[in-house]
T-cell receptor, first 110, second 113 residues
């Protein structure tokens, strides 16, 4: 079956750096997404990794190791508005079906 | 989300009634997904449409759930004989190609009393 694990909750301080980990075990792999979801809102796209390595986009970076079934999302210079749930999702078939983790709720404190 | 609309935004129904949820697409996007999200949970995949291919229905939880996509555009998700455990937010998402980012609609919050 498909299995994606993320920590349930994390807390960090404004201005700090936080790393949210995601491990996956899926029958296939065709890319990994990170989404941000504020309470009561729909998820919005943050990043996409299909090859090993680090993808950087402003304050956010995402890393992938396919051999380890592991990814992380790195958030720098945390702001209060970064308080949200962060969802890891794997495209696990050639047809494009995505499996989502349960999300990590990040709380940024002053 | 980026131009994806869903209706209704909220639906309250009685157990045993049928409901129909609608998703209006972004033009030019061929991949369409339906998910549901219970409070505090991640997204549960329901069904996936890609172009004219047969839909991937592997996530539908029971035969009370069905979905169709008319003319490659508007999609409806139908839940028959609703149960209280069907209460959740139902999200649709579109993608240009199945591997690209998905654009989510605002969701329909379904409450079954």
């Amino acid at each position: 079956g498909q299995n994606i694990d993320q920590p349930t909750e994390m807390t960090a301080t404004e201005g700090a750096i936080v790393q949210i980990n995601c491990t996956y075990q899926t029958s296939g792999f065709n890319g990994l997404f990170w989404y941000q979801q504020h309470a009561g809102e729909a998820p919005t796209f943050l990043s996409y990794n299909v090859l090993d390595g680090l993808e950087e986009k402003g304050r956010f970076s995402s890393f992938l190791s396919r051999s380890k079934g592991y990814s992380y999302l790195l958030l720098k210079e945390l702001q209060m508005k970064d308080s949200a749930s962060y969802l890891c999702a794997v495209i696990d078939t050639n047809a494009g079906k995505s499996t989502f983790g349960d999300g990590t709720t990040l709380t940024v404190k002053p | 989300g980026a131009g994806v609309s869903q209706s209704p935004s909220n639906k309250v129904t009685e157990k045993g009634k049928d409901v129909e949820l609608r998703c209006d697409p972004i033009s030019g996007h061929t991949a369409l997904y339906w998910y549901r999200q219970s409070l505090g949970q991640g997204l549960e995949f329901l069904i996936y449409f890609q172009g004219n291919s047969a839909p991937d229905k592997s996530g539908l939880p029971s035969d009370r759930f069905s979905a169709e996509r008319t003319g490659g555009s508007v999609s409806t998700l139908t839940i028959q004989r609703t149960q209280q455990e069907d209460s959740a937010v139902y999200l649709c998402a579109f993608g240009q190609v199945s591997y690209n980012e998905q654009f989510f609609g605002p969701g329909t919050r379904l409450t079954v009393l």
